[in-house]
């Protein structure tokens, strides 16, 4: 398996613009997790879905801030309009149950400017 | 819902000296534990995990950790550093299904 996928691996953008996230799991995940990684607030949880179902949405930090999972294999989270305190390494991480370890893509680096 | 503190943003040790990251967690019902490394640029790498048995888990590249209920910890170890141990080391703990982790223990070796 070629592990979970994320796309871009680096995006710039300007600020007001939409910016959309990709993210493709490991084949028989059915655990789904978005984080968001910056020096100041470390490693934080946005959002996680269970079978497609979001579960908790709780990390989202604004109404800005919209993820999808239409089927077990994609997840999008959508930033509109991104703003520059958006700029942060975004992971997607995916396990088999949520209680097991989750594996993590390499991360898309934002850049809002 | 669950949390993880690992208390010491940056160590520095030297190579070849042993090492020792603290985590702690808060979580009402057994959790299930891990640490991860994440080298620049990189995602995050499963070193070890404990769901439960034997408290003394070993991972990969020689590190291991010791799950203790009565201090709600559960401290990275490894004896011996090496130069490419530097990174960024992560505790997480699982509860209620999402995974939670610590702010991030910075390692540096000195020569």
């Known amino acids: 398996d070629a592990g979970v996928i994320q796309s871009p691996r680096h995006e710039v953008t300007e600020m007001g613009q939409e910016v959309t996230l990709r993210c493709k799991p490991i084949?028989?995940?059915?655990?789904l997790f978005w984080y968001r990684q910056t020096m100041m607030r470390g490693l934080e949880l946005l959002i996680y879905?269970?079978?497609?179902?979001?579960?908790?949405d709780s990390g989202m930090p604004e109404d800005r801030f919209s993820a999808k999972m239409p089927n077990a294999s994609f997840s999008t989270l959508k930033i509109q309009p991104s703003e520059p305190r958006d700029s942060a390494v975004y992971f997607c991480?995916?396990?088999?149950?949520?209680?097991?370890?989750?594996?993590f893509g390499q991360g898309t680096r934002l850049t809002v400017v | 819902a669950q949390s993880v503190t690992q208390p010491d943003i940056h160590i520095t040790v030297s190579e070849g000296a042993s090492l020792e990251l603290r985590c702690n967690y808060s979580?009402?019902?057994?959790?299930?534990l891990f640490w991860y490394v994440q080298s620049p640029g990189q995602g995050l790498q499963l070193l070890l995990k404990?769901?439960?048995?034997?408290?003394l888990v070993q991972g990969i590249k020689g590190f291991e950790a010791e799950f203790k209920r009565s201090q709600s910890s559960f401290n990275l170890r490894k004896p011996s550093v090496h130069w490419s141990d530097a990174a960024e080391y992560f505790c997480?703990?699982?509860?209620?299904?999402?995974?939670?982790f610590g702010a991030g223990t910075r390692l540096t070796v000195k020569p």
């Open positions: 979580y009402g019902a057994t959790p299930y």
């Open positions: 997480a703990v699982v509860g209620n299904n999402d995974m939670r």
């Open positions: 879905f269970n079978n497609n179902v979001p579960i908790d």
């Open positions: 084949s028989g995940h059915n655990s």
């Open positions: 991480a995916s396990s088999f149950q949520g209680s097991t370890e989750a594996f």
């Open positions: 404990y769901f439960s048995g034997d408290t």
